[in-house]
């Protein structure tokens, strides 16, 4: 609206209508039902009212990222402590896999007795409980990931796979994670 179409006394918008060269009505949008439809001037309630809530919708999500983000430290902070944890226990097991070898040998030549074999039993029930599992039996099939081949020591009829058929060394792991692999003789099917 421009000054020229105010009404001096009432202040309100005058309608100019330009005669039509064919003497028709003036367009509907210069119709009263359509000044109507037009928006009225913002008041500053209304202005401070939408900037304020544009401003909770800016908080709100600033908000919702922090959160997020919080979220994520947390369990990323949770994996770290996890992963900090299976390495000490892989760090201190890992020199007494040679203790556990020697016992595996000595059980070999005779039974354990008395004092060593307490103590042999309790050192494996430790170390169990620490998630330390041993692994490699002769009739396993022979598997990359967890056994180490150091021989070919021929065929065997018997088996389909490549079979372990004799155990040097156990192998042992924590959880999913191979410690020592399994040194094994191996036998490829006839």
Not at 13 to 20: I, R
Not at 43 to 49: C, I, N, R
Not at 122 to 127: D, F, I, K, S, Y
Request: charged share 30%; net charge negative; with cysteine.
């Amino acid at each position: 609206m421009t000054e020229d179409n105010l009404n001096p006394e009432e202040g309100e918008s005058q309608e100019t209508a330009a005669p039509s060269p064919e003497g028709e009505q003036p367009e509907a949008a210069e119709s009263p039902a359509a000044e109507a439809a037009e928006p009225a001037e913002a008041t500053p309630e209304a202005d401070e009212l939408t900037v304020t809530k544009m401003e909770l919708e800016e908080r709100t999500l600033d908000l919702q990222r922090l959160q997020a983000e919080f979220l994520n430290y947390k369990r990323r902070v949770e994996r770290d402590r996890e992963l900090l944890r299976e390495n000490a226990t892989y760090a201190a097991l890992t020199p007494i896999i040679d203790v556990l070898d020697t016992i595996d040998r000595a059980r070999e030549h005779e039974p354990l007795e008395g004092g060593f074999k307490a103590t042999a039993e309790q050192l494996e029930r430790v170390v169990a409980g620490l998630g330390l599992v041993k692994f490699g039996e002769v009739g396993d099939a022979f598997d990359p990931t967890i056994h180490e081949a150091l021989s070919h020591i021929g065929t065997d009829a018997e088996v389909e796979v490549t079979t372990c058929k004799v155990i040097a060394k156990a192998g042992y792991k924590i959880g999913d994670r191979v410690v020592r692999a399994a040194q094994v003789l191996v036998v490829d099917p006839a």
